[in-house]
């Protein structure tokens, strides 16, 4: 149990006859990245919700620290850190208002207080900006300030919905080498995106779709024991090849990437490249065949069924 | 045509989500429909069953007629029975009754001497609501022919009038501390309401929700800046009253603050309730006037209670307002303590305790 920061069995939460989220088994170990990848309304805001108590469970089980959810929902609130999807300090406030008001609501005292907001100023790289209202940051600047109001109590646990959909590549980056030392520091951390690069840095990572779990491992496992091969096509007249390729039965997903099509094949066919030759007529001699490693984004296609 | 296009499809937005936000269109409907019926019947200038008192010193057949007399002409209602003058002043600066008729030991002598023509008694009146003096001053020369007396058409009034508190009559001593409850009101519901309604609106609660702020924390924390907003607005309007408009003062600050208090507190409470019901600041505001509106015209600010039916009278005491316009009247201009307005001072605290146990109930750490 001590190296299991959460545990949530059978999780089920209903709004009206909508299944957010379907009996979802989750186990997260202490110190490392877990993310949840999956589309929009995929159920991974409302699950981070029902993690955190914002939300209340129709049925299933949580036990967050040790503690379990909702009935223990007060004694979990000093011990874990959410960052909300959208915004949600004070933007007529300044930074350090910000900062001082989550201070005092976690009962950091006077001089912790103090000595706790100039590192996370200076750890954050917002020292210069600290009399400015929080309305006037930049995206990256916001979301380093949400990051630091999030973690300001030290917690054990943070919750991260979404936290760089607003921010671009760059400050994306910068802000995984903060979770990196957040992480390396004991704390663990659940954090919800989109965004295939992101996910790709999690230790490890869930798949969901429509409130369901359809994967579970570490991104390099996830990548090497995905259910198909993927075969990169070049050359002329790719839209018309691409609904010949769908056509057939061992063909799971065909995506144009520019001037390639990037097309999974079933595992069970044993020589994809041969096999496509065979099967397609479309298929010129002018076409370039390659069987090519998979990427993060062939798995969650595979997950989430996708045959666009 | 595009231009009455593209006007009919902002137009046609705007029903489409007007009618998604029930409760802005409920107010749409309600609050016209509401108070029309409610004004239409309180707003009503004909005084009856003005709550008086009696010192009865002849106690005789005399007195008794002049006493039925009075009682036939349905302005006044006898509450109030006084052994002594000095008993039923203090009636009427705790506000038990509006005023007091003073019959005299020798009603009998000056009702058979005629020709001195001197008036039979003494009507106390408490001139602190001008329409409830103005009605009772009609009285002055009704006549009697239960006495048989002779001397008419009168050369002189039957009843002597006193007015205490407002002797030259004038409306800003009435409106100026009526003129402060309808301004608490408007502020401390719309302060609050918003307040907490624009967190909501902004997303700030989600984060507050996670963290070990609880939700009565989160209310008190709200409510005392807006206890000392009030307090600062007593000040102004009290003292613009007093040096502008000559409004006098008579009571104690203590008694004058700690009545507002107890209006201020009632007044955020309902405001925090607002907050838990309304989505959006929109809402939060028109629920502030479906409560304002009522509190101007039933509190007894512009009307008096005592012109108002039955229903009316029930909706105004569940008002705070109403309790608040009688007690600052009370204290302002009577010098009377909280202490002898029990019922209203008892009423505002109830209020308070049970709207915030409501508000704190309704207001629970999730999203659900």
Same mark, same amino acid.
């Given at each position: 149990?001590?190296?299991?920061?959460?545990e949530?069995?059978?999780?089920?939460?209903?709004?009206?006859?909508?299944?957010?989220?379907?009996k %979802?088994?989750l186990?997260?170990?202490?110190?490392?990245?877990?993310?949840?990848?999956?589309?929009?309304?995929s159920?991974?805001?409302?699950t981070?919700?029902l993690?955190?108590?914002? =939300?209340?469970?129709?049925?299933g089980?949580?036990?967050? %620290?040790? =503690?379990q959810?909702?009935a223990?929902?007060?004694?979990?609130?000093?011990?874990? *850190?959410?960052?909300?999807?959208?915004?949600?300090?004070? $933007?007529?406030?300044?930074?350090?208002?910000?900062?001082?008001?989550?201070?005092?609501?976690? *009962?950091?005292?006077?001089?912790?207080?103090?000595?706790?907001?100039?590192?996370?100023?200076?750890?954050?790289? =917002?020292?210069?900006?600290?009399?400015?209202l929080?309305?006037?940051?930049?995206?990256?600047?916001?979301?380093?300030?949400?990051?630091?109001?999030?973690?300001?109590?030290?917690?054990?646990?943070?919750?991260?919905?979404?936290?760089?959909?607003?921010?671009?590549?760059?400050?994306r980056?910068?802000?995984?080498?903060?979770?990196?030392?957040?992480s390396?520091?004991?704390?663990?951390?659940?954090?919800?995106?989109?965004?295939?690069?992101?996910?790709?840095?999690?230790?490890?990572?869930?798949?969901l779709?429509?409130?369901v779990?359809?994967?579970?491992?570490?991104?390099?496992?996830?990548?090497?024991?995905?259910?198909?091969?993927?075969v990169?096509?070049?050359?002329?007249? =790719?839209?018309?090849?691409?609904?010949q %390729?769908?056509?057939?039965?061992?063909?799971?997903?065909?995506?144009?990437? $520019?001037?390639?099509?990037?097309?999974?094949?079933?595992?069970?066919?044993?020589?994809?490249?041969?096999?496509?030759?065979?099967?397609?007529?479309a298929?010129?001699?002018?076409?370039? %065949?390659?069987?090519?490693?998979?990427?993060?984004?062939?798995?969650?296609?595979?997950?989430?069924?996708?045959?666009? | 045509?595009?231009?009455?296009n593209?006007?009919?499809? #902002?137009?046609?937005?705007?029903?489409?989500?007007?009618?998604?936000?029930?409760?802005?269109?409920?107010?749409?409907?309600?609050?016209?429909?509401?108070?029309?019926?409610?004004?239409?019947?309180? #707003?009503?200038n004909?005084?009856r069953?003005?709550? #008086?008192?009696?010192?009865?010193?002849?106690?005789?057949f005399?007195?008794?007629?002049?006493?039925d007399?009075?009682?036939?002409?349905? +302005?006044?209602?006898? +509450?109030?029975?006084?052994?002594?003058?000095?008993?039923?002043?203090?009636? #009427?600066?705790?506000?038990?009754?509006?005023?007091?008729?003073?019959?005299?030991?020798?009603?009998?002598?000056?009702?058979?001497?005629?020709?001195?023509?001197?008036?039979?008694g003494?009507?106390?009146?408490?001139?602190?609501?001008?329409?409830?003096?103005?009605?009772? @001053?009609?009285?002055?020369?009704?006549?009697?022919?239960?006495?048989?007396?002779?001397?008419?058409?009168?050369?002189?009034?039957?009843?002597?009038?006193?007015?205490?508190?407002?002797?030259e009559?004038?409306?800003p001593?009435?409106? +100026?501390?009526?003129?402060l409850?309808?301004?608490?009101?408007?502020?401390m519901?719309?302060?609050?309401?918003?307040?907490?309604?624009?967190?909501?609106?902004?997303?700030?609660?989600?984060?507050?929700?996670?963290?070990?702020?609880?939700?009565?924390? @989160?209310?008190? &924390?709200?409510?005392?800046?807006?206890?000392?907003?009030? @307090?600062?607005?007593?000040?102004?309007?009290?003292?613009?009253?007093?040096?502008?408009?000559?409004?006098?003062?008579?009571?104690?600050?203590?008694?004058?603050?700690?009545?507002?208090?107890?209006?201020?507190?009632?007044?955020?409470t309902?405001?925090?309730?607002?907050?838990?019901?309304?989505?959006?600041?929109?809402q939060?505001?028109?629920?502030?006037v479906?409560?304002? @509106?009522?509190?101007?015209?039933?509190?007894?600010?512009?009307?008096?209670?005592? &012109?108002?039916?039955?229903?009316?009278q029930?909706?105004?005491?569940?008002?705070?307002?109403?309790?608040?316009?009688?007690?600052?009247?009370?204290?302002?201009l009577?010098?009377? &303590?909280?202490?002898?307005?029990?019922?209203?001072?008892g009423f505002?605290?109830?209020?308070t305790?049970?709207?915030?146990?409501?508000?704190?109930?309704?207001?629970?750490?999730?999203?659900?």
């Amino acid at each position: 149990m001590n190296n299991i920061a959460i545990e949530a069995r059978e999780l089920t939460r209903r709004f009206g006859s909508y299944i957010a989220v379907n009996k %979802l088994d989750l186990r997260i170990p202490r110190g490392t990245i877990y993310g949840f990848l999956g589309p929009n309304g995929s159920g991974k805001s409302t699950t981070i919700r029902l993690l955190t108590g914002l =939300l209340t469970p129709d049925s299933g089980t949580i036990n967050i %620290l040790g =503690l379990q959810l909702p009935a223990q929902a007060e004694q979990l609130r000093t011990r874990i *850190g959410y960052m909300t999807q959208k915004f949600s300090l004070f $933007g007529d406030l300044t930074l350090q208002e910000n900062l001082q008001f989550i201070g005092r609501i976690y *009962g950091l005292g006077r001089s912790v207080m103090k000595q706790r907001i100039e590192e996370l100023l200076t750890l954050y790289e =917002l020292a210069d900006r600290r009399h400015l209202l929080a309305d006037e940051l930049s995206g990256g600047q916001k979301q380093r300030l949400a990051l630091a109001a999030a973690t300001i109590h030290k917690p054990e646990l943070l919750f991260l919905d979404e936290p760089t959909s607003a921010v671009d590549p760059e400050n994306r980056r910068d802000f995984w080498e903060k979770l990196f030392d957040l992480s390396d520091s004991g704390t663990t951390i659940l954090v919800s995106t989109h965004y295939m690069d992101e996910a790709e840095r999690c230790h490890y990572l869930a798949i969901l779709e429509a409130g369901v779990k359809r994967a579970d491992d570490t991104p390099q496992n996830l990548m090497a024991n995905m259910d198909a091969n993927v075969v990169e096509i070049s050359g002329p007249n =790719l839209r018309q090849l691409k609904q010949q %390729l769908l056509q057939l039965g061992q063909v799971k997903s065909v995506a144009q990437q $520019g001037v390639q099509l990037r097309v999974l094949v079933n595992r069970a066919v044993t020589d994809p490249v041969s096999q496509l030759r065979r099967d397609c007529v479309a298929l010129q001699p002018s076409h370039q %065949l390659a069987l090519v490693r998979p990427s993060l984004e062939d798995v969650f296609v595979m997950c989430t069924g996708d045959r666009s | 045509m595009g231009f009455f296009n593209r006007i009919a499809a #902002i137009t046609l937005k705007e029903f489409r989500q007007l009618s998604r936000d029930r409760l802005t269109f409920g107010m749409v409907v309600m609050i016209p429909l509401i108070q029309l019926l409610l004004f239409g019947y309180a #707003i009503n200038n004909n005084i009856r069953n003005i709550n #008086i008192g009696l010192v009865d010193e002849a106690r005789s057949f005399a007195s008794r007629s002049i006493v039925d007399a009075v009682r036939a002409t349905q +302005v006044v209602n006898i +509450v109030r029975h006084y052994p002594t003058v000095q008993e039923a002043e203090a009636g #009427i600066t705790a506000g038990e009754v509006r005023a007091v008729l003073v019959l005299p030991a020798n009603l009998d002598q000056r009702a058979a001497n005629a020709s001195q023509s001197q008036p039979l008694g003494q009507w106390l009146i408490d001139g602190s609501d001008n329409i409830v003096s103005s009605a009772l @001053l009609g009285l002055r020369n009704m006549p009697l022919q239960e006495l048989q007396r002779s001397y008419l058409p009168q050369a002189s009034p039957v009843f002597e009038a006193v007015l205490y508190f407002n002797p030259e009559r004038r409306t800003p001593v009435n409106i +100026v501390p009526g003129l402060l409850a309808v301004i608490l009101t408007m502020t401390m519901i719309l302060f609050t309401a918003t307040a907490i309604v624009r967190e909501k609106e902004r997303g700030n609660i989600e984060l507050l929700i996670t963290t070990p702020l609880r939700s009565l924390e @989160l209310m008190l &924390g709200k409510i005392i800046p807006f206890i000392l907003i009030g @307090l600062a607005q007593m000040t102004i309007i009290l003292m613009l009253g007093h040096f502008v408009f000559d409004v006098p003062i008579n009571g104690r600050p203590i008694q004058i603050v700690g009545a507002t208090l107890l209006f201020i507190a009632a007044s955020l409470t309902l405001g925090l309730i607002i907050s838990t019901i309304a989505k959006t600041q929109l809402q939060a505001m028109q629920m502030t006037v479906f409560v304002l @509106l009522p509190s101007i015209l039933l509190s007894g600010f512009l009307f008096p209670y005592e &012109g108002m039916p039955r229903p009316a009278q029930y909706i105004a005491e569940a008002l705070p307002a109403t309790h608040f316009v009688r007690m600052i009247r009370g204290v302002v201009l009577r010098d009377a &303590g909280l202490d002898n307005m029990r019922a209203d001072t008892g009423f505002l605290l109830g209020f308070t305790l049970v709207g915030l146990v409501i508000a704190t109930l309704k207001f629970k750490k999730s999203l659900d």
